[in-house]
């Protein structure tokens, strides 16, 4: 490995919270083929109560581990390994990947032959081999409708292929943040990841600083990437659908006028409401009614407390 002070290639940077055993396994795959002389690898670890900094230093001698006292979340952990990269590039995978070969080239090979790609991510799989969503739009309000109605799983059932339709050109609003490079000048530039997003969205947000700066999100086709985390914004999974809300609430006032904002809230709290009241039929309706009241107050108090998104508030475990 280089040492610190010299600049290397790619300075790949991994947040880990917990799940040791997954953590295993995704270093064994970096370490397997990213570990080059030219590459840096970091540990940054969000206060895992799992020992995770003690088992990694002594498995993994090659992976420089950063220490957090506290959960910063998945932006905020990432910025700290950030200020110690010191690669050209900034790779950012997830802690739960199953690596099955070495895109790293191939992924440089387009920052050197376009000037406006920004950011480029890979082509995700899901452990069966299937394709995985790895590139998305941004937030706009007639797809939070249909998230939030339920009719987008249903169009996705009835015509499935809507999932990975064709992107023009390979310019993407935005592209998954389970696995994507960056120049290291370029995430400076733009002002790292915005920490108030403890987890979901960030990478959305990212993306859209990068395309106000001109730069494009580029994906890679590869079948190198297994990511093997489900995260589903639905009520049995609250975690994910608390921080996904509150993520949608940070991206509509940092990026949006103030009237979609308004308009996010109010279908927000009618469709939440509505839940409410549909959660009285369910054998676990008392849970249910819990977790989307939360979500009501939530939004009630992003509309009427301006100061929520200086430091907002978040689930920071799973329950």
Request: hydrophobic share 40%.
């Amino acid at each position: 490995m280089c040492d610190r002070k010299e600049i290397v290639d790619v300075s790949v940077i991994i947040v880990s919270y917990n799940r040791l055993e997954a953590l295993r396994n995704t270093l064994a795959g970096i370490v397997r083929y990213f570990n080059t002389p030219t590459t840096e690898i970091l540990l940054v670890d969000n206060a895992s109560h799992e020992p995770i900094v003690e088992t990694i230093r002594q498995e993994f001698p090659q992976v420089r581990v950063i220490a957090n006292k506290h959960n910063l979340g998945f932006g905020g952990g990432n910025n700290i390994g950030a200020q110690e990269a010191r690669g050209e590039f900034l790779l950012f995978p997830n802690s739960d990947l199953d690596l099955r070969g070495n895109p790293l080239p191939a992924m440089i090979e387009i920052f050197r032959k376009d000037s406006l790609t920004g950011i480029v991510g890979c082509q995700l799989l899901n452990l069966d081999g299937s394709l995985q969503p790895s590139y998305f739009r941004f937030p706009n309000l007639p797809m939070r409708f249909l998230q939030l109605s339920g009719l987008k799983t249903l169009l996705l059932k009835i015509l499935p292929w809507l999932r990975f339709n064709q992107y023009q050109n390979n310019r993407l609003d935005f592209v998954s943040g389970a696995f994507f490079m960056i120049k290291r000048s370029l995430f400076f530039d733009v002002c790292c990841f915005d920490d108030r997003y403890f987890m979901y969205l960030e990478d959305a947000d990212l993306g859209y600083q990068i395309a106000r700066k001109g730069k494009s999100s580029r994906l890679l086709p590869t079948k190198d990437i297994v990511h093997l985390g489900a995260h589903y914004e639905e009520i049995d999974n609250p975690f994910v659908l608390y921080n996904m809300n509150r993520g949608q609430l940070l991206f509509y006032k940092k990026n949006y006028s103030f009237w979609k904002f308004v308009i996010l809230v109010f279908m927000s709290i009618g469709i939440y409401s509505f839940s409410v009241l549909f959660s009285l039929v369910r054998y676990n309706g008392l849970k249910v009614r819990k977790h989307y009241g939360e979500l009501i107050r939530l939004y009630f108090t992003a509309l009427v407390h301006d100061k929520w998104f200086n430091h907002a508030d978040s689930k920071t475990s799973v329950d």
